[in-house]
Structures are given as C-alpha cells and as structure tokens.
C-alpha cells in the first residue's frame, strides 16, 4: 500500500475516534451533575442507617486524614458519630460505614461496598421479602411489610466494641455469622472494629466505656 | 428475506446464546437472578441497536483495512455511554451489574453482528437485526436467571416461591451457569435436530 493510502486510512480512524470522543464529551458532561447527585444522596442515606437519631450531619476532617461524621440530633446536639472501614473478605474488599452514638454503642452499620459470593457472602446484604411469589401473584400482599435491612446488619445495633466478636451459635451477646460465609461475616465485624478504632484514637468518643 | 424475518431469526432459529453461542462470558456471569439478566439484557440491546444501525449507515465510509478497529472505537463509544447513564439514572443496577458492563466492548455478539450483518446490510434490515438479536440474548438470559434464581435461591424476582424449602446454593454459583446452559443448549439442540436439519448456507456471527 502506498503513503497517501496509509494517511487517508488513518485519518479516517482518527474521525471516527474524534467523534466518538466528542460524543463521550457531551454524555459525560450531561450526566456529570446526576451522578454526583446520586454519591450525595447515597451517602446521606448511608448516615441515616447507621445514625438513626441524627437528623443533620456535617463530613469532618481529623488531623491523621479519616474522614467522620458528626450527627447531630434535633436540639442541635452532637448525637453520635459515623466513620467508614474496610476490610478484605472472601473474595472482595468490604467497605462498611459504621454509626455510635456519643457513649461509644453501635447504632447501626452499612455495607457500602461488597462483591461477595452470590448466595453465601452476599448474604450480608440481602434483605429476604416475607411474601412469596404466591402472594404476589394472587394479591395477598396487602398487610405484610418486608423487613427493610438486611438481618446480618441489625444485629450489630446496640453492640459495643467488646462484643465484637463472631460466634457460629446464636448469642445476643456476639454477632452471629452467616452460614457458609464466616469469612465475610468476620471480615464485616473487622471492618466495624476498625472504624470505631479510628474513632477511639481520635478521642472524639469513648468507645465502650459506657455513657459520658 | 424481510426485515421481520430478520427480526424472528435472532429469537428462536439463530439464538445468539442457545445456537450461535456468543457472548458466553456475561451470560454466564450475571445470571444469578433474573433482575441482574434483566439488567444485562437491556444495556446490550441498547448498544448492539446503536452500533448496528450506526455501522450500517458508515460501511460505505470506514474502509475494509480499519473496519475492525473502527467498529470497536463506536462500539466502546456505547458502552461508555450506557455506563454514565447507568451511573446517572439507575445507580442500583450500575451496582449490581458492576465490572460486566464495561465488558459488553468485547461481547462477540455485537462484533459479531457488526462484522457479519450490519456493514453488509442496510440501516433497516440491521436495526431488525440488532433488535432481534438483542431480544434473543435477553430472553436467553432472562431464561437462564429463572432457572438458577428459582432452584439457587428459592426465590423469582426477589419473592420466595416455596417458603421453608432450602435452596440448592450451586446454582447461583459458577457451576450452576455452566449446567443450566449446557442443559438449554441441549434442549435447542434436540428441538433444532428434530424440526429440520441445520442448513450450511447460512452465515456465521
């Protein structure tokens, strides 16, 4: 092939990847506002699990760059605290965000990222609809609320740091894992020891000593 | 043949998972749950209509020596589009669907058709194509997400369908995909053989 074919064919490639940028361009531009949206409004709704007695919340930066939550309640007062950590678990990092109230108990955890095995990690995440398909189907639903969190997580409301620790037996004392998945229910509990952790080395609360 | 006819081969006579088998990689992957294939089976629609009727429209423009390059910069023009609306619009199935939407780039079914069907044909009859082999790899997997959501989780769109029984968990895992498609692909093997006999004119994708 000669020179010029070979110029004409790379200017040819060459439009067709400025178009396409062009095109990239204005979606990223048009979507750019919506997606930052939906990070805000995720995040807000993240504090509102794991701080359920604030009402407004302000992002603090401490000094060893973590980034918290302050949650305030309705008086204004400071009402516990959110931080976020993550730890490795079977086959992904799990990041959680973790909420205590001023005396150091647990007031709720999110799992803000996960790709765990389907049907055994993930567990962690799922939420179990009390209707069956049956119901639905024939409209019997009227009157059944589904739960709205996931039963892994709840049972971390109410905890405090020295009952971090997983058991496979029920006990309201410890956090029970899910079956078949000790490693991700182990990881989520490392990944909330962490962050209250981070939150006792800051000295903002006194985690697990009771109240102030 | 009529762009209807184009339309019906991708859905039943030319599956694109069942009889061409392309695009194993996602379908394998993200039919857990018939939410997930429903998920994936829109956004690759989406880009296998767009890049169709668009390659379509340019095959007299993009030279044979740099079709394959061309077809790959638009057909990763899509997907990158799909993937900021995703994000924008509908975060939770951004989500769920996670890495496997960036890799509808390289699902062979939308090369496939570009290659064999969309730069030899003309806008309509390659917009019937896409539709039908877009709907025909949806149905596919919609097909398959049913079959492993019902027996790995007990459960058809979130809701149980037989309370108390315990589910057989292999199925929403790898294996799962590998024996309900294997037993699909067996099932249209059977029927296929016994309607007619596979005719050899016919193109490849």
Known sequence: ?212 | MSWIAELGKGIFRRNPVFILMLGLCPTLAVTVSVHNALGMAGATLFVLLCSNVLISLLRSVIPRQIRIPCFIVIIATFVSVIELLLAAYFPEQDKELGIYVPLIVVNCIILGRAEAFASRHGVWASLADGLGMGIGFGAALILIGLIRELLGSNTVLGYTVAPGLKPAVIMILPPGAFLTIGFLMGLFKLKRGMVRPPSPSEEGG
Request: charged share 20%.
């Open chain 1, 1 to 212: 092939m000669n020179r010029s074919g070979i110029l004409s064919l790379g200017a040819i490639l060459m439009s067709v990847c400025l178009v396409s940028s062009g095109l990239l361009f204005f979606v990223h531009w048009a979507t750019k506002g919506r997606i930052k949206e939906q990070e805000a409004e995720n995040r807000e709704s993240s504090l509102r699990i794991v701080l359920p007695q604030a009402v407004s919340f302000s992002p603090l930066t401490a000094g060893e760059l973590i980034d918290y939550y302050v949650g305030y309640d309705r008086a204004g007062r400071v009402a516990g605290y959110a931080v976020s950590g993550s730890s490795p678990g079977y086959s992904s990092t799990i990041v959680v965000m973790a909420g205590v109230d001023v005396g150091g108990v647990l007031t709720g955890i999110k799992i803000l990222e996960q790709k765990e095995t389907p049907g055994l990690g993930d567990e962690a995440v799922r939420v179990h609809s009390n209707l069956t398909l049956w119901d639905v189907l024939l409209g019997r639903s009227a009157g059944k609320s589904p739960p709205r969190r996931p039963p892994f997580q709840v049972q971390f409301v109410g905890k405090t740091l020295a009952q971090l620790a997983v058991v496979k037996k029920p006990d309201p004392q410890k956090i029970q894992a899910i079956t078949g998945a000790t490693i991700t229910s182990r990881a989520v509990t490392v990944a909330v020891r962490q962050s209250l952790d981070k939150l006792l080395r800051q000295g903002t609360c006194s985690v697990g000593e009771g109240p102030e």
